[in-house]
């Protein structure tokens, strides 16, 4: 499949997007999108997965514009995103489902001293005060989830998405979360 390179005028297709041209946006758009697509399936045989690194890497596409190289072959640097958006896709998930699983399991452990109960009380607030501050939805679906035990069709009913958006959210909060349970944790048991 031969790409096209320039509009009618004669100026290249990427010259044009890097200029915030959204005609040139569109033509890209229309060209390419039913490629990445078959390659995103390929590697990821999910529909809704492939889809999500479609979106991904044409709002990523457009939004990065300026720091297009015009003289690269787009199609090309195109399906190179589509595996690198996979790629960061499964890694993503990996980490949720060993943080997933350590957290359950400390949840679910019996704790007999009242300083355990304590140190538990105060971790589930500082969790569920780090998931509240987690914009949009991920957020309220880590809380829904990890702190009240709701599973994904209900999730998915009380904030009007799919099941598999539900994963994603809770993937991208697990992640957020991660990175500042670490201090909270820190400061929780240097307290007096």
Known sequence: ??????????T?????????????????????H??????AYQLTQDED???EIVQYIFVNLWTNRKNLDANRNLLAYLHKS????????????????????????????EHNTVDELLFEKELIARI??????????????????HLEGYNY????????VSEKTVKNLLAKSAKD??????LSILILCMAP
């Open 153 to 160: 069709q209900q999730i998915s009913e009380m904030l009007g």
């Open 177 to 182: 979360i991660r990175l500042h349970l670490g």
């Open 49 to 51: 997965d492939s889809h």
């Open 82 to 109: 589509v595996h690198y958006a996979f790629l960061e896709q499964l890694r993503n998930r990996k980490t949720f489902s060993k943080y997933e699983q350590g957290l359950r399991d400390y949840l679910q452990q």
């Open 128 to 145: 569920r005060n780090l998931a509240t501050d987690i914009p949009g939805k991920a957020g309220q679906a880590f809380v829904y989830y």
């Open 34 to 39: 039913g490629s990445l697509y078959r390659h």
């Open 1 to 10: 499949m031969k790409a096209e390179t320039t509009l009618g005028n004669g």
């Open 12 to 32: 290249s297709i990427v010259s044009r997007l890097k200029a915030g041209d959204h005609d040139a946006f569109d033509t890209i758009y229309a060209q390419f």
